[in-house]
């Protein structure tokens, strides 16, 4: 009987699970918007909660940081400065309404007039939000003497404005929406009174789009959707525009995008961002090792790593990938081709995964920083060297060295206050570029004797790979901490001089009180980024204090909320 009683009880709570989970498996962040937008929304962005997100910054590592005492006081002149109150109204006002999907959508584009069409759902009766929304409304909109009603089903839009500058609202429940498109409200109406219950005809049935949000995370504090060729024609006019400066072969490029998609999010006091960019893959078959963090210090603070595409190396570029690495690259491929590099040779010659690290020790005034290629071919990898020196610049001496079976070639910058010796070192496994011979030869060496202490041994780098998926094109480590420490200690004294030359520097802040590094970097931790296509594209995630993609905007928009409610 208890036996029984058992079974009984376990289906009951499978049952319970089963039903919770149909009835929350549509409740997706976007679906109470995209379940409203026409198929033929060319992108929007949407912000689900606008109470939790505040309350996610104020706990998010800046913002601790932003309200140190010592920074505090470092910043107390900016901000006893007097300034607007319509910040914090504005602020005052959204806290007050409480908004929930909140958005903005580009429903087409005609004629170069964008058609638009936004909202929200609001806290409280409808009466109280009016009198908020009513004041954004004359504020948005020129002559707005100009005022009509229409009566539509159960609803009255209100229509502000002359056109093109008209604005038409209306409200449906808690909803407020606005439109600058009468006859898309309207249709948005209709799907929201379930009167139009067709989803293939909305962005929620688009085959592009859920594509793309099924790589977004289940819950965000920002997205945004876009779909550029939405927009009828706009390569062909961009490159009539443009004419014979950009390639056909770029505009092809950007013809392969279907889709791009982004979402940020406070993640334990970081800021994690998903970046997706749907096009088909390149040829390129191999996948990312970053072995080149073998080289890295204990005093190296940055390290860069990415697949090259050498078909696209004039012309369209690396399309797909957001590393910056790559670019560098390529305009050294293209100083290679003028004496006669083929894409081929240069193929047979180094391996395509390219990485980049940055170092800067202790006693360093300045930073370091090499580029790096694995070298397959030596014989071809040599011929393309000494061409690179002749293209660089063909007035400038090089000296050429061999040391312990590495080549190097070095030139002397005729800039004596800044004197730099570009190097380029090859061995039978590396191509080491840099702009310091120390730096290069340093590099070079640790292939041979691996010192004491590396990067890829540190427990910050470590646990920073962890905190994202294992990349596949592309990757990037940035130490924030220790690169402020150096930071501090060469600048400190660089801001204690110029404020005596420039005093309106104290208007802004007190450099007098500079805060300790230490308060400042027990708030900074390493910012990593990883790249991989999955499936239908380019999917590159981010974590840090301040993130390396989409994630840049919310420290600003969480400043300002902070700076003005948290006072």
């Known amino acids: 009987m208890k036996r029984i ?61 932003y309200r140190e005492p010592a920074v505090q006081e470092f910043l107390k002149p900016v901000n006893s400065a007097p300034r607007s109150d319509s910040a914090a109204n504005t602020l005052n006002d959204l806290e007050k309404l409480d908004p929930k999907d909140a958005f ?33 409304r004359l504020q948005a909109v020129k002559g707005n003497a100009a005022h009509e009603t229409v009566d539509y089903e159960t609803h009255k839009i209100d229509i502000v404005g002359a056109a093109p500058n008209q ?18 409200l309207k249709t948005l109406l209709d799907r929201a009174d379930g009167r139009a219950k067709d989803q293939k005809l909305t962005l929620e049935g ?45 505009f092809a490029a950007v013809e392969q995008i279907q889709s791009l998609c982004g979402a940020a999010k ?4 970081k800021i994690r961002d998903v970046f997706f960019v749907g096009t088909p893959r390149s040829n390129i078959s191999q996948e990312l090792t970053r072995n080149s963090i073998k080289l890295g210090s204990s005093d190296t603070f940055l390290f860069v790593a990415a697949l090259l595409n050498p078909d696209r190396f004039v012309g369209a570029g690396q399309t797909g990938t957001t590393v910056p690495l790559s670019g560098w690259f390529q305009k050294v491929f293209e100083v290679a081709t003028r004496t006669g590099v083929t894409v081929d040779e240069w193929k047979a010659a180094f391996d395509l995964e390219a990485s980049a690290l940055a170092e800067w020790p202790q006693t360093a005034h300045v930073p370091s920083i090499v580029a790096v290629l694995p070298v397959k071919d030596p014989a071809r990898a040599f011929k393309i060297s000494d061409g690179l020196t002749k293209a660089i ?12 079976g590495v080549r190097y070639y070095y030139m002397q910058s ?13 061995s039978n496994k590396r191509m080491i570029i840099g702009l310091d011979s120390v730096s290069v030869e340093a590099a070079m060496n640790r292939l041979a004797t691996k010192p004491p202490s590396t990067l890829e041994d540190s427990a910050a780098y470590r646990a920073a790979t962890r905190a994202v998926p294992n990349p596949t094109t592309g990757f990037v480590y940035l130490d924030t901490a220790l690169l402020y420490a150096r930071l501090d200690s060469a600048l400190r004294p660089v801001l204690l001089m110029g404020a005596a030359f420039m005093p309106a520097i ?7 009180k500079w805060p300790p590094p230490e308060v400042v970097e027990k708030h900074l931790s390493p910012m990593v980024l990883s790249q991989r296509y999955d499936h239908d594209g380019y999917v590159t995630e981010s974590v840090g204090p301040v993130s390396l993609d989409i994630g840049l905007g919310l420290p600003a928009v969480g400043w300002l909320i902070g700076h003005e409610t948290a006072k």
């Open 393 to 404: 610049d063909e007035d400038a001496p090089w000296r050429k060295a061999e040391k312990n």
């Open 206 to 250: 688009d085959a592009l789009f859920r594509a793309a949000i099924a790589h977004m995370p289940s819950s965000y504090s920002l997205l945004f959707y876009f779909q550029p060729k939405k927009i009828s024609g706009s390569v062909a006019s961009l490159q009539k525009q443009f004419g014979p400066d950009v390639s056909g072969d770029a």
């Open 266 to 269: 406070f993640d334990n006091g």
């Open 5 to 65: 009683a058992l079974l009984i009880l376990l289906a009951a709570v499978a049952a319970g699970g089963i039903y919770y989970a149909a009835r929350q498996a549509p409740r997706t962040p976007h679906a109470a918007v995209t379940a409203l937008l026409p198929v033929s929304t060319v992108g929007f962005a949407h912000a689900p909660d606008f109470a939790r997100t505040r309350d996610e910054w104020r706990a998010s590592d800046i913002y601790k940081l």
């Open 104 to 136: 903005l959508a580009l429903t087409s584009v005609e004629n170069n007039n964008p058609h638009l069409i936004g909202g929200f759902r609001f806290h409280g009766n409808q009466s109280d939000a009016e009198q908020i929304i009513n004041k954004w």
């Open 506 to 512: 104290g208007e802004y802040v007190d450099v007098t």
């Open 414 to 426: 005729p800039v004596a206050l800044f004197a730099i010796t570009p190097t380029i070192a090859v």
């Open 167 to 184: 604005v038409a609202t209306v409200y449906d429940g808690q909803w407020f929406f606005a439109s600058n498109d009468l006859p898309e």
